[in-house]
């Protein structure tokens, strides 16, 4: 009771503190969106805690959790030690080779990153997990808050429609909201996208510092998330600045990123971009799993990559098959699926008026683009269902909150929607 009683407590504080930091304009949310849309993703949040213990004896999450108390403990008692751990001179002479001790204190950073801030907040939530979910929840927040307010400002998108898909959807909120890097992710991601629109527009100092730590952050969480940005960038970029038309730019610069990749399997055989997915695919495979989708191993080849693309594509964007779900985790992953079908059959059939100017802006092209490479890149490299719904969770927020924009909803019941205030 005690529990409960502190997360709505901090929940209510958590409201007011976003309501102050954020604009109650005609782009951003209404008071009671943004209470609702809080309190959504912090019940989301609790519920992944909830289930990941009660189901899966705990997994990460709660791994992680333990970790910031043995760092609540280390602050307590070694302060020094707490902060002196993070510098890399003493920490790179673990291994042998500059690029192993990189990517061990790559990966130990992103440990204390996740963990190391939650030292501190343990004072105010002693240490409990649910209460400290609120606080991990602040700024993740903002990344579901920037897209829904760049979607707003630049198309006019439907405020409704729009506010479910980024916020309210349970499957989408649900892996965002947890005890991971996936939401911390997730906001470097949006952080990137809003600083980098500003900078388009206008270049300054601030933004630039902002935009390059948003970059670090990304590439210390998942820095394939960095690799498969860029060309998104490069391409909004060229096609803001030229004003050509961006989805031939888009599609050139990708195709050239494509020749590079296909390329480098001709020039250089035995160390080359394929090479890194063939090694993280391998990676995965040795990792033990009860439930793995059917995915053919990969060769450092052009011919090989071809074979295994329909594989997939149908792992990440059409399973798993009603049929195949088993568990409560994956009976959700199949309503993602069936609803972002039925999604795309409604844009078919009851799009907007102006929906190419939607689609072929450079911003939703970043948005899209990215999400498709994400897709892919999971679906190369990963078998497992469970992951493959973390890994591409980013990508799918992008896709429901673009259609959200692009559909007519006044014509799918307009004698309910005529009178609802949906934009």
Same mark, same amino acid.
């Given at each position: ?159 409704? !429609? ?32 809003? &600083? ?6 206008h270049v300054a100092v601030k933004p630039i510092i902002i935009f390059l730590f ?13 690799a498969l940005i860029l060309p998104a960038f490069v391409s909004w970029l060229i ?70 693309? !329909? ?10 098959? #009603? ?38 802006? #450079?911003?939703?092209? &970043? ?17 497992? #269902? ?27 019941? #307009? ?9």
């Open positions: 009771m005690f529990v409960f009683a502190a997360v709505l407590l901090f929940t209510v504080l958590a409201i007011f503190l976003l309501r102050w930091a954020t604009p109650n304009d005609q782009y951003g949310l209404t008071t009671f969106q943004l209470t609702l849309a809080f309190s959504f993703k912090i019940l989301m949040g609790c519920a992944y805690g909830y289930i990941f213990l009660v189901k899966y004896d705990g997994d990460d999450t709660w791994w992680l959790h333990e970790y910031s108390l043995g760092q609540f403990d280390l602050l307590r008692e070694d302060p020094w030690w707490f902060f002196a751990e993070m510098n890399p001179m003493l920490t790179f002479n673990r291994d042998d080779g500059l690029a192993t001790n990189c990517y061990y204190y790559l990966a130990d950073l992103e440990l204390w990153l996740l963990t190391k801030p939650f030292a501190f907040l343990n004072f105010l939530s002693g240490g409990n997990y649910y209460i400290n979910i609120i606080f991990f929840n602040l700024p993740v927040f903002f990344g579901h808050y920037w897209l829904f307010r760049m979607l707003r400002q630049k198309f006019a998108a439907p405020r409704w !429609p729009l506010f479910a898909a980024v916020f309210l959807f349970p499957p989408v909120v649900f892996w965002l909201s947890g005890l991971r890097a996936d939401g911390i992710l997730f906001f470097l991601m949006m952080l990137a996208f809003r &600083t980098f629109s500003k900078l388009i527009k948003s970059l670090a952050g990304i590439v210390i969480f998942r820095n394939v998330h960095a096609a803001e600045k030229s004003g050509r038309k961006a989805l031939p730019v888009f599609t050139v610069v990708y195709g050239i990123c494509i020749g590079f990749f296909l390329g480098s399997m001709l020039i250089w055989p035995d160390k080359n971009a394929a090479s890194l997915i063939v090694n993280r695919q391998h990676e995965f495979f040795e990792l033990a799993g009860n439930t793995r989708f059917n995915l053919d191993t990969l060769k450092p080849n052009a011919i090989s990559f071809v074979q295994v693309l !329909p594989q997939a594509a149908n792992n990440t964007f059409l399973r798993p098959y #009603p049929w195949e779900a088993k568990g409560i985790l994956q009976y959700a992953t199949v309503l993602e699926v069936l609803l972002f079908l039925m999604l795309i059959v409604l844009f078919v059939f009851r799009r907007i008026p102006g929906w190419k100017s939607v689609l072929n802006h #450079p911003f939703t092209l &970043t948005l899209l683009f990215f999400g498709i490479s994400l897709y892919l890149f999971t679906g190369y490299v990963v078998p497992f #269902p469970g992951a493959i719904v973390r890994y591409k969770i980013i990508g799918e927020i992008f896709f429901f909150a673009i259609l959200a924009c692009v559909i007519d909803w006044r014509r799918i019941a #307009p004698n309910i929607l005529n009178n609802f205030k949906i934009y």
